[in-house]
């Protein structure tokens, strides 16, 4: 059943292709919402320090609607992300980008759904009862696209390592998990009656402290967070630690570590309950070298949701548990 799906995943990237290269275009645009719209925020980074050919931004899906970039237009890629297919601020902003002619890629569980309209439909899972392999999940598919614009643009061939180096994500979440065990149970033990917890990373790190902060711990945990940029926490945020102040620190391997050292140097000094986790750590053996920069903020996300996971557990609040989405009108 997996292989069948994980064939129609990369035979719609190849669809995806064609279309980029039936004619020239100058803007590319990630729109969507909530954690949707964080899945997509390596997109941008990727594509601003890889090309110059175009430019590129990312918007909240109501923002794009109501308030479109002056240089949209049909010379505009659009790409969205809605899980459950039927988000009506991505669904809106889709059709508006079709009206103006631009071409429109989409990421969604549910591609038969009001998404479905985009010109290319990405699918991938997120079923916690019935795992997928990780090749089918969110973040696999939004490198394949972006690494396909970032091929049509530059000539480069990044997408067939990238779909190699997702291939290989099963096995080192497996390997990740097997050797922390304990210490999530630990983490878990320690930190589960924390009120706050501060998350800090740099580059594409950054965006997967926003993830855990947004998406696990305010939505899904009701634990106050706010995540910070490591560039930044000198600039404010540093003056709220002491020494009982919980911060949640990762590590990359592209240009941007030495500003997550800096700040978690810091944090060693003045916190008792600072955790990190460096990618440093993983066995990447399997990837190849010229995108392990790259693919690392994926593993870092994983292993930070693993952490998540347990600390749910002790908590006696499942993830799934939510007080407002979905339950009140908004």
């Not at 759904?113 to 997120?126: L, P, Q, R, S």
């Not at 970032?150 to 067939?160: A, I, K, M, R």
């Not at 390592?161 to 390997?175: K, R, S, V």
Request: charged share 25%; glycine share 4%.
């Amino acid at each position: 059943m997996f292989e069948q799906k994980i064939k129609n995943v990369k035979a719609t990237i190849e669809r995806i292709r064609a279309m980029l290269e039936s004619r020239p275009f100058d803007t590319v645009y990630f729109v969507a919402c909530g954690g949707s719209r964080a899945t997509m925020n390596p997109g941008k980074y990727i594509l601003e320090r890889e090309t110059d050919k175009i430019t590129t931004d990312i918007y909240t899906a109501k923002e794009f609607v109501q308030a479109p970039p002056k240089r949209f237009s049909e010379n505009s890629i659009v790409v969205l992300n809605s899980y459950s297919g039927t988000t009506a601020e991505t669904v809106e902003a889709c059709q508006l980008a079709k009206e103006k002619g631009a071409r429109t890629i989409a990421f969604s569980m549910f591609p038969e759904k009001a998404i479905g309209i985009a010109d290319e439909v990405v699918f991938y899972e997120d079923e916690p009862s019935n795992p997928p392999p990780n090749f089918l999940t969110i973040f696999p598919a939004v490198y394949q696209v972006v690494f396909t614009i970032l091929d049509v643009l530059e000539q480069t061939s990044y997408t067939p390592l990238i779909q190699h180096a997702m291939e290989q994500l099963d096995h080192i979440y497996a390997t990740e998990r097997a050797k922390r065990a304990e210490e999530l149970r630990a983490f878990a033990d320690k930190y589960y009656n924390e009120p706050i917890f501060y998350t800090t990373g740099a580059g594409m790190d950054y965006q997967m402290c926003y993830i855990m902060t947004v998406c696990i711990l305010l939505e899904a945990q009701w634990i106050h967070s706010a995540a910070f940029h490591a560039g930044e926490f000198f600039h404010g945020p540093f003056e709220v630690v002491d020494k009982n102040t919980p911060y949640f620190c990762v590590l990359g391997l592209d240009e941007t570590r030495s500003m997550e050292e800096r700040a978690l140097e810091f944090l060693l000094r003045y916190s008792d309950k600072v955790f990190a986790i460096d990618a440093k750590d993983f066995d990447l053996s399997s990837i190849d070298e010229r995108v392990r920069k790259f693919v690392a903020p994926v593993i870092l996300n994983r292993v930070m949701q693993m952490y998540g996971e347990t600390l749910a557990t002790r908590r006696a609040h499942p993830l799934s548990i939510r007080r407002y989405m979905g339950k009140v009108k908004y």
